[in-house]
């Protein structure tokens, strides 16, 4: 089984600043990782495929990088609507999501 | 528009049955793997279950597997076309909302980029 396992697990942000978030699989997924959003009561929605393509609709602000083991999603300039958490997942495999980030006001 | 409709959720006693829906509309549902994932209140995303996009492959958590069996009706009519999860011998962790989601592909090798709204279950006495 392959563990995903995000940092920090909670990131507080003032609005305009760059968040950078990190996700770690626990063996290779090759780039077999997306990125979703998730705010308090509504379902996730995928920002990011592939590890680094954009979802249809998703701002450019929002950017993912990394292979392997290792995967970072990027927020170049926080918006007030970013706040929110945000979860990795690797489908190299069955599917597997990492624990989330909680992206909050500084 | 793409569309993801869950049903069926609900307060349940535990050990006992209940089966899960989701309605699908706005896209070729043959083509496509589908999913079910669960949040439990407070909590992450767990993926339950994953079916191919015709049905012959299915995949399950551990924490599922020999309880839950994910299904799928792949109807010429369209507006049948849908998603099941058959969870039995429910327990008290299994209380979470439960989405649907769509694959990008026709397998599990495959993001999932459109979601229902979810449906509740509760699994107590």
């Known amino acids: 089984e392959i563990v995903m396992t995000q940092s920090p697990v909670i990131l507080s942000v003032s609005p305009g600043e760059r968040a950078t978030l990190s996700c770690r699989a626990s063996?290779?997924?090759?780039?077999?990782l997306a990125w979703y959003q998730q705010k308090v009561g509504q379902a996730p929605r995928l920002l990011i495929y592939?590890?680094?393509t954009r979802a249809s609709g998703i701002p450019a602000r929002f950017s993912g990088s990394g292979s392997g083991t290792e995967f970072t999603l990027t927020i170049s300039s926080l918006q007030s609507e970013d706040f929110a958490v945000y979860y990795c997942?690797?489908?190299?495999?069955?599917?597997?999501f990492g624990q989330g980030t909680k992206v909050e006001i500084k | 528009e793409v569309q993801l409709v869950e049903s069926g959720g609900g307060l349940v006693q535990p050990g006992r049955s209940l089966r899960l829906s989701c309605k699908v509309s706005?896209?070729?549902?043959?083509?496509?793997?589908m999913h079910w994932v669960r949040q439990a209140p407070g909590k992450g995303l767990e993926w339950v279950a994953g079916?191919?996009?015709?049905?012959?492959?299915?995949?399950?958590?551990?924490s599922v597997k020999g309880r839950f069996t994910i299904s799928r009706d792949n109807a010429k009519d369209y507006a049948k076309n849908s998603l099941y999860l058959q969870m039995n011998s429910l327990r008290h962790e299994d209380t979470a909302w439960y989405y649907c989601?769509?694959?990008?592909?026709?397998?599990?090798?495959?993001?999932?980029?459109?979601w229902g709204q979810g449906t509740m279950l509760t699994v107590s006495s």
């Open positions: 706005g896209f070729t549902f043959d083509d496509y793997a």
């Open positions: 079916i191919s996009w015709n049905g012959e492959s299915r995949g399950y958590a551990d």
């Open positions: 063996q290779s997924v090759s780039s077999n």
């Open positions: 997942q690797q489908y190299d495999n069955w599917p597997r």
């Open positions: 592939g590890a680094s």
């Open positions: 989601a769509k694959g990008t592909t026709g397998w599990y090798r495959g993001a999932f980029d459109i």
